[in-house]
């Protein structure tokens, strides 16, 4: 049995996405610490010739000066290169990882971890594996008196008052489908695909290559701008680069930076037509105007909406042209509707669940409605309304479960975890 | 996963009542002010389909089991028990994370439902929507 009553302290919730990661008192109705899960860091001196790449890092975290949390990577430092824990939705590089959760945690919230139980969230495709890795470094490295690892689709089912679902989640790299029916997730109907980053890669094409309207855009972060002069709509920018930060800059935080301005241009101008693409109605939307940080500014057109069009259609010749293009979500609904039964295929249309902070892409959820309903016609979607909701929808539905007085049955308590190992981790996180 | 909550005895002795000696004809449980155990909120033996609608809040979450009557297409009367989850789109998120979490406790102890339902506004608990779902496959 566990051995701390569940509701005398309260528990923390983290929950790590390939954007952010979010951390917070369990029963808040917000994360209070919200970090950007990319980090900045140094390579130690004498170290040049250290590969970053994937897995190496990780041998000498020690050897390596992290910048992390709001002043981390978006701070301008000689010779900063930034890396992301992440791949595809999961943990990859755990050696980032506890520095992060500590930072948020201890820095940002002030609270001492080992005195709280602590609930993990884990993306629906996570592997044992990973998960018992979790528990581990919660145990060993944070000594949490308890643990508990929840699946983001059961949660935002959850959230949404709903035991059976079809949780649509799009985040800033993986877009998926899971089936969750009464509080699990059908494994074999899993669908999921790095579409978003497909939508960005289309959104910077837009931006950087050159139209008879307007030259290529140079997608400059504003900590590589000294100043720059307020020029006319479509004038070439007028602006003075700090020359003295070009040599010290790298490659992977130009990379960082630059992607951070396309999500800026994403999130404020682009969009999608609701009923599907059709060159005249685009062309009667309104355009929007977008000031870059170099002060050109224009207005993007019929183009703007193109961005969105990733998300559900892909031409004929861009998937022959390339055969790893992600699946798009109408393939990834469809994939996982075919392998349910009909009954239950009914149930789960009727029952959709909108998360994630991808879906606040101006359009999406009309779209994406258009889309269900040609093939149900009793499809209902649900997708909160509150940003916030959507956004954090996974933390918030760990925040209200670890909040419970009867939840602590669940907890892994540490004597446990000392007493089984990692197996408890399977038997008890279902 | 489950929130961890329990059934209380009398969830169990009233819907036997309902299923065995018929009665009542619908039962509305809740959960108890402290969050911990599932109750009892209400037992009805109205024969109004309206009077039980009337019965699931506009803004509260809760479950329901109701002993459902109906004429087959080829004659003849059928009884189910139908089991419906009051989710309305309305309820705090506390609320709904809540009941969907802990659906499954109540759930288990009631053997012999035939149909389940969820709900999340009126048109999905309307007497043709459960009677197009309780007459279908029989």
């Known amino acids: ?227 720059k002069t307020p020029v006319d709509l479509n004038a070439p920018p007028r602006f003075t680069l700090r020359e003295e930060r070009l040599a010290g800059t790298t490659e992977s935080w130009r990379q960082w930076a630059e992607a951070r301005e396309v999500d800026e241009w994403i999130q404020s101008v682009a969009g999608v037509l609701e009923q599907g693409w059709n060159d005249q109605l685009a062309a009667q939307r309104p355009p929007k105007p977008y000031e870059f940080p170099t002060g050109y500014n224009t207005y993007f057109g019929g183009e703007r909406l193109s961005v969105g069009e990733q998300f559900f259609y892909h031409p004929q010749a861009l998937v022959a042209s390339n055969p790893n293009l992600p699946k798009h979500l109408p393939a990834l609904i469809s994939d996982t509707l075919r392998s349910c039964d009909a009954e239950l295929r009914q149930v789960l249309s009727s029952n959709v669940v909108v998360t994630g902070g991808g879906t606040l892409f101006a359009g999406f959820v009309d779209r994406l409605s258009a889309e269900l309903t040609r093939s149900f016609p009793h499809a209902k979607i649900h997708a909160p309304g509150n940003p916030i909701e959507r956004r954090y929808g996974g933390w918030l539905g760990g925040s209200i479960l670890a909040s419970l007085g009867t939840f602590h049955q669940l907890w892994i308590s540490k004597e446990e975890w000392q007493e089984h190992g990692k197996a408890i981790v399977g038997q008890r996180c279902k | 996963m489950a929130s961890g909550v329990g059934v209380n005895d009398m969830c169990l002795n009233e819907y036997q009542a309902l299923k065995l000696k018929k009665a009542h004809k619908y039962i509305i449980f809740s959960l108890n002010k402290e969050l911990t155990e599932i109750v009892v909120e209400k037992t009805s033996s109205s024969q109004s389909y309206d009077d039980f609608i009337a019965d699931l809040p506009e803004t509260e979450c809760r479950w329901a089991v109701y002993d459902f009557e109906f004429e087959k297409e080829e004659g003849g009367k059928r009884n189910k028990i139908i089991f419906v989850s009051w989710s309305p789109d309305g309820a705090k998120i506390k609320q709904k994370m809540l009941f969907a979490s802990s659906k499954d406790a109540l759930r288990r102890a009631l053997v012999g439902v035939a149909v389940e339902i969820q709900g999340t506004d009126y048109s999905e608990v309307a007497y043709e929507s459960v009677l197009d779902k309780a007459s279908r496959g029989h």
């Open chain 1, 1 to 227: 049995m566990v051995q701390y009553g569940g509701d005398e302290v309260s528990a923390l919730v983290v929950d790590i996405g390939s954007s952010s990661l979010r951390a917070g008192y369990a029963g808040d109705d917000t994360p209070k610490s919200i970090i950007p899960t990319t980090y900045g860091y140094h390579r130690a001196e004498g170290d040049e010739a250290m590969d970053v790449e994937g897995g190496d890092a990780t041998q000498a975290p020690k050897r390596v000066k992290m910048y992390i949390g709001q002043n981390g990577p978006s701070m301008w430092r000689a010779g900063m290169e930034t890396a992301n824990p992440m791949v595809d939705g999961l943990i990859d590089d755990f050696a980032a990882i506890p520095p992060l959760i500590e930072h948020a945690l201890v820095d940002v919230m002030r609270c001492t971890p080992s005195e709280h139980p602590i609930l993990v969230t884990e993306p629906p495709w996570n592997t044992p594996a990973n998960r018992e890795r979790m528990a581990e470094i919660m145990f060993e490295e944070f000594q949490v008196p308890a643990f508990y690892i929840a699946n983001t689709g059961v949660l935002n089912a959850f959230a949404a008052g709903k035991g059976t679902a079809l949780v649509i989640d799009v985040g800033k790299s993986m877009a998926s489908v899971t089936p969750v029916v009464d509080g699990f997730v059908l494994r074999k109907g899993l669908s999921y695909s790095p579409l978003p980053k497909l939508v960005q890669a289309h959104a910077r094409h837009i931006l950087v290559t050159p139209t008879p309207m307007r030259r290529g855009i140079e997608l400059l972060p504003h900590q590589l701008i000294a100043n």
